[in-house]
């Protein structure tokens, strides 16, 4: 049998380590994937364990990586740096003011609206200062009692909760297309006919009929 190529070995071990690394998992996680003891999965990053193509198979499933990062055609997708606290103090600030403004929409007083819920009118003042953080059923209450929803404080598409949600959402659409089309998708042969859709959806009408009675020319 041939010699395995020892720097191969290591180079793979060495990826595995950081695409574990990179998903936050521990290796007594990665060992109980692959039905390995913790000290058997060390050999598998030290390169010395022949892991087999399946056994790579289950860790880019539960490790959230393409196939093709184990022979450098795809890049492990970087996770963008979320600074929580700053996020927090921030969002505060803003729901605060959107609530102050619609408060003044609706045309009450911070008075008014802290007799109606039953709360003390320096909370009410505090919420629009963004000096305390509004309890989400709080937030409820002051959404139903001035006529709005909810869905008016979330952070918007260009924050990362937003970018979150867009993710989410496109990630539920794709997996409930049938396979044939999702594979018409992910293959970057057919960006161009994704491109040509994309122009036809934002065409009016008038000028997608002239198009199709140009079609109908040449072919008949």
Request: glycine share 4%.
């Amino acid at each position: 049998m041939a010699e395995i190529d020892r720097e191969r070995e290591e180079l793979l071990g060495k990826l595995i380590r950081e695409a574990r690394e990179h998903a936050g998992r521990s290796p007594k996680e990665c060992a109980q994937v692959l039905d390995l003891s913790v000290q058997k999965y060390h050999t598998v990053e030290s390169g010395k364990y022949p892991i087999s193509l399946p056994e790579l198979e289950a860790l880019a499933l539960y490790l959230n990586i393409p196939m093709g990062y184990f022979w450098g055609s795809e890049p492990l997708t970087a996770t963008p740096e979320v600074d929580y606290q700053t996020l927090l103090t921030l969002r505060q600030r803003v729901i605060g003011v959107l609530l102050s403004q619609l408060r003044l929409r609706a045309h009450k007083t911070q008075e008014e609206v802290a007799e109606a819920l039953d709360m003390d009118v320096s909370l009410i003042k505090e919420y629009e200062m963004g000096q305390t953080a509004v309890p989400y059923l709080h937030l409820e209450q002051l959404c139903r009692y001035l006529d709005s929803h909810v869905d008016l404080f979330m952070d918007d598409v260009h924050g990362p909760l937003g970018r979150h949600e867009a993710l989410q959402k496109l990630s539920r659409q794709f997996h409930r297309l049938d396979p044939e089309m999702q594979n018409f998708l992910i293959n970057s042969s057919n960006m161009r006919y994704l491109e040509t859709a994309k122009k036809l959806s934002e065409m009016d009408v008038d000028k997608l009929r002239q198009i199709a009675e140009d079609l109908l020319e040449i072919t008949y």
